[in-house]
């Protein structure tokens, strides 16, 4: 069974920076595309950056060049540098693997999610 755990969320204050994680478990052979979603209460879930099995990235409109998203294959772990956090960036940030190669064939899998919140 694959799995993704997401950890480095917190409190942070207005201006700082955290870096989340996103560690995939299980069998896995190879990870397609993975991306960084964000959910608050009342809203839809919002990508907010997207990586390619080659590096290729992109973001959500809001993220204006403060994030960062990046993978270590050999790890089979994903990354989100977020920088100049800013009171509108709280919520539970989720990150998703898709074609995800293991042993008993093909899967989409998601992590359970890490809170974010900012202070201001």
């Known amino acids: 069974q694959v799995q993704l755990v997401e950890s480095g969320g917190g409190l942070v204050q207005a201006g700082g920076s955290l870096r989340l994680s996103c560690a995939a478990s299980?069998?896995?052979?190879?990870?397609?595309?993975m991306n960084w979603y964000r959910q608050v209460p009342g809203k839809q879930r919002e990508l907010v950056a997207h990586i390619s099995t080659v590096g290729n990235t992109n973001y959500g409109s809001f993220v204006t060049g403060r994030f960062t998203v990046s993978r270590d294959n050999a790890k089979n772990t994903l990354y989100l540098q977020m920088n100049s956090l800013k009171p509108e960036d709280p919520g539970v940030y989720y990150c998703?693997?898709?074609?995800?190669?293991?042993?008993?064939?093909?899967?989409?899998?998601w992590g359970r999610g890490t809170q974010v919140t900012v202070s201001s």
């Open positions: 998703a693997a898709f074609r995800v190669r293991h042993q008993t064939g093909w899967t989409n899998v």
């Open positions: 299980g069998s896995i052979f190879s990870i397609g595309d």
